[in-house]
């Protein structure tokens, strides 16, 4: 059960859903446990927006966790003595694959601000190559939350034949005006910062105030006012009396300072650009009749994971999957779990979702029937 | 029934609850209607963050509404034609009361940075010496919402003989850890624009993208996701196909644009950083062994609105100032009412207020008593 870190590289040029063309792809990619004889307990795992291919374990890079390094592994949920665990880094994103950080074919430096945009559907279609080259014909299961519960809909969509059962947690059919806004004002905060340069700064100092701005403000929606309230409430970092000055002074304040400073050096600037424009972009209803319509080629069992905390991607608008699903008579449970983490509720919080996503692993027809 | 705007100037120096003091103070104002013979129909009035003293009617200067104008004028919820309204700028906002703006008699420049932080206390001040100056010992009523709110609590801990009755909308008894962090960005933001220069900027180009930026964040807080699906959804510019671009492609994205260039040339920057540090202090029961002490002195009829929207300040924590009342056998209804618009809702969403509104300041205890 070793940790496999590689990067795939494909010379076939890929067709993005804009018409722009990248004349080979890298697709990074992390796997776990041992792919069987029959190549039929592959798992996929897709990452959210600031996740990358590293979901289990400790990197031997940056020491830091796998994003689920909660949920997968010997015995856990998504149990690695069981499945082959696939973990690739999302087109666009900063784990490896090709993205803005990338050399342009063309003139052999970064492409920065000309790497086209790329889709959800887009990284769909790089991640399915990696199948094909790792023999996978068809995974046992899918799964992704936000980000990755994005992708996870479009593999239903695109590719029904290859997902085995699939779990969605915390993503919405389309995005939100709302998140467009959030979205937009990220990148804002990006390009504000005069080191951004245009997107060309690969060769010299990264934009590091605005992307923490952005991480910054990131952080005042991924978690909950209840959370802000529960960790630092108004605790001082020394003493109980007002300092009367703009120095960081309360426990929260030294939190977002953490916030900010982690960000630089570990996401790439251009990349949260390009991977919130895509989010930007995602809307399964487009190109087909109805919601049901997109989905009309998926029959296999599927489980949708909301939150109660997590107004941005809330359970009502979850349901929405669960009616096209059901008007396919595509067997579907959708569980709203308990969560004062909201939308990170599948990261930090996974006591009630393991056993679930274990029992379904294991069985999926028999838990979507047993909802 | 005119507007009358005045700079008040006091030459009596100000120590604030830092210990710093001010030399002199000036406090801008507006007052709609005529102060009657008995000196008992005034009705103070408090702006919010971003508001200032132009409540009512059309500003000269910008051709904008006041920010209350729903609310106050002839035959309104706040009758000029009976009573008095004063609407003071606080302390440290861009109204003309003294600011970080304001030149520092040392120097004759304007302080920026050097100017003291100035707590709502402070402002609440500033703001006796102004009835002091109009003749007023006792406010009919004192009216407020968030930063007003605040504001109007503070007038009944700090000066309980010199309130009426008190109208508390969309405030909480202390900041919450969420707000103090979103103040902390929106702080991050405007001094990460090189044009901030460390405060330094009154004779030189004002830090706009910073300011912008600020302005944006706190949009995507001030308005619900419910209002941004219902104006915005995901309706683009011009078309319905994906640019796959980062040009401003959807509604929402010029809406946003529009909010960040009206914060220019309107807002001063430095004021957001001195008003929020303002709001991070803010605690009534600092210094107290509880709410109901600090509400010791305060026996008059209480009003307090609440929205169900407003997850910032929320009913419930609103309650805790009906039960310290309460506690002091203090007249006090508290209601929560309903608004799509949330925090913004006593600004936009006037409809339910109004009449509540009217029928306390007609009558508080008897409004009071049938809650």
Sequence with gaps: ??????????????????????????????????????????????????????????????????????????GKAIDTDRYFVVSPNALGSYGGSTSAASPDPETNLPYGSRFPIVTIGDSVESHARLADKL???????????????????????????????????????????????????????????????????????????GLGLAAMFGALFWMSREVFETKFGLRRIEGDEPQYGFEPEYAVEEFLEGVSRNAAGRIDANALLYLTRAIDYFDMRRGHADLAAAFARYAAPTLLISYTGDWRYPAEDMEEIAVALRENSTGCRHDTLNSPAGHGGFLYDTERLSPLLAAFLNDPKTVVQAS
């Design 1 to 74: 059960m070793n940790t496999i870190r590689d990067i795939a590289r494909f010379d076939q040029p890929l067709t993005l859903d804009s018409g722009a063309v990248l004349p080979h792809i890298d697709v990074a990619y992390e796997t776990y446990g041992e792919l069987n004889a029959e190549a039929d307990n592959a798992v996929l795992v897709l990452h959210g927006l600031t996740g990358t291919q590293h979901a289990m374990g400790t990197s031997p890079e940056t020491g830091r966790p796998g994003w689920w390094d909660a949920a997968i592994g010997p």
């Design 135 to 209: 023999g996978i014909t068809r995974f046992h299961s899918i799964i992704g939350g936000c980000f990755g519960g994005f992708q996870a809909m479009e593999w239903m969509a695109r590719h029904p034949d290859m997902v085995g059962s699939s779990v969605v947690i915390s993503a919405t059919p389309r995005t939100s005006a709302h998140n467009t806004a959030l979205w937009s004002v990220l990148r804002a905060a990006i390009r504000s910062d005069p080191n951004w340069n245009g997107g060309n700064y690969y060769n010299r100092d990264a934009p590091d105030t």
